[in-house]
C-alpha cells in the first residue's frame, strides 16, 4: 500500500469505530474540567503566558541546561522509526469528538494554537482529519470495543503500545502510525522504478523498498519519518478536577511529538506530570514543553535520531539559557 493509502487508512479505521462505539462524555464530568472562566477565552493563554514559575536559585550554566535538556528528551521520546526521530511533516487536521461542541471548538483551537506556536504544519479549518481526540467516561471499555470489531483499529501500535492501550488506568492513552518516506515527502515503492538511474533503496521487513530521487548528499537522508496519524483517549472519569485547559494540553503534547506511551513523569516542569501522583503540578505547557516542541520542528527530518537529538539540544539550550532554572 502506498504512504497516501496508510496515511487515510489509519484515520479511517480509528474514525470509524469512535463514530460507532464512543459515547459522549455526561456534561456533569466537564462542569468539573471546565471552569467558565477559562472557557470563555478563544484559546487560552498562550503557552508561553500560561505558566507561573517562582524563581529561587540563579541562572543555571549553560552545561547544565544542555544536559537537562538532553535528558529530557531521552524520557520524552518513543523509539525512533528507522533510526529517525518521527515528526509531523504534513498539515496537521485536529478533531474532538464525545463532548460539547463549544467545548469541542475550545480543545481544537487550543491544539491549533499550540501547534502554530511550535511551527508545526497545520491544515486550514476544512480538511481531512489525522489527529483525532476522544473524551469517553471509559477509555479501556473503548479499547475493549474498538479491538472487538477490528483488529487492525491498532495494528500501528507495537505490542508494548497495545498492551499499555488496553491495561492503562492513566487518564490519557495515546497511540500513533508512522510512516518512512522520501524526505520531500514522496512514498516509497514496492518495485524498483524503471528507466531512473538514481534510486534510495531501504530493506525493510524483509524487503527492499525503493525511492526515486535525484538527490544525492554526504549528510542529509533520502528519508524521513513523518508522524502520519494520531490518536488520543481522554477518559473523563480519570481526568476527573483537572481544569480542560491541562488536559487539552496534555494532550495536544502527546499529539504534536511521538511519545513514549509508558511515560510518567520528566527530568524538568513538564505537562506531562500533570496526573502524576507526587510531582510537582503544572496547569498548562511549560517552558520546557514548548522549547522541546519548537526544537522538535525546527530539526531537520531527514537526519538520523542521534543528528536530531543534538540539534533539538542546541534549540533548547537557545531558547532556555536566558531563563532562570526551573
Not at 234 to 253: P, R
Amino acid at each position: 500500500m502506498s504512504a497516501f493509502g496508510m496515511k487515510g487508512l489509519f484515520v479511517r479505521n480509528v474514525a470509524a469505530a469512535f463514530l460507532l462505539i464512543a459515547p459522549v462524555a455526561s456534561q456533569s464530568h466537564l462542569q468539573a474540567q471546565d471552569p467558565a472562566s477559562q472557557i470563555e477565552h478563544d484559546a487560552g493563554p498562550s503557552a508561553e503566558e500560561s505558566e507561573e514559575i517562582v524563581v529561587t536559585g540563579r541562572h543555571a550554566g549553560k552545561q547544565s541546561i544542555r544536559r537537562a535538556a538532553g535528558l529530557f528528551g531521552r524520557k520524552i521520546e518513543a523509539t525512533p522509526v528507522d533510526g529517525q526521530i518521527a515528526r509531523w511533516n504534513d498539515p496537521i487536521c485536529p478533531k474532538v469528538r464525545g463532548i460539547d461542541q463549544r467545548l469541542q471548538e475550545f480543545v481544537t483551537s487550543r491544539i491549533r494554537q499550540i501547534g502554530r506556536e511550535v511551527g508545526a504544519p497545520l491544515a486550514g479549518e476544512r480538511c481531512r482529519t489525522n489527529m483525532l481526540i476522544t473524551f469517553t467516561p471509559d477509555a479501556k471499555g473503548l479499547v475493549a470495543a474498538m479491538e472487538r470489531r477490528s483488529a487492525r483499529t491498532f495494528s500501528a501500535a507495537t505490542v508494548e503500545e497495545r498492551a499499555i492501550l488496553r491495561n492503562s488506568s492513566a487518564p490519557v492513552r495515546w497511540w500513533y502510525t508512522t510512516l518512512l518516506e522520501g524526505s520531500d515527502g514522496r512514498p516509497l515503492l514496492d518495485e524498483s522504478p524503471a528507466l531512473i538511474s538514481e534510486s534510495a533503496v531501504l530493506p525493510r521487513n524483509g524487503r527492499e523498498r525503493y525511492l526515486s530521487s535525484p538527490q544525492s548528499s554526504l549528510i542529509d537522508s533520502k528519508f524521513r519519518a513523518t508522524i502520519a496519524g494520531a490518536a488520543v483517549l481522554i477518559d473523563v472519569n480519570q481526568a476527573s478536577g483537572y481544569s480542560l485547559l491541562s488536559v487539552a494540553d496534555y494532550a495536544a503534547f502527546v499529539a504534536l511529538a511521538r511519545v513514549r506511551s509508558d511515560i510518567e513523569v520528566v527530568s524538568a516542569p513538564s505537562i506531562i506530570a500533570l496526573f502524576t501522583s507526587g510531582a510537582p503540578r503544572t496547569e498548562a505547557l511549560t517552558k520546557w514543553d514548548m522549547a522541546y516542541l519548537q526544537a522538535l520542528y525546527k530539526a531537520p527530518a531527514n537526519r538520523t535520531a542521534s543528528v536530531q537529538r543534538r540539534r533539538i539540544v542546541d534549540e533548547m539550550l537557545n531558547a532556555l539559557d536566558t531563563r532562570k532554572a526551573e
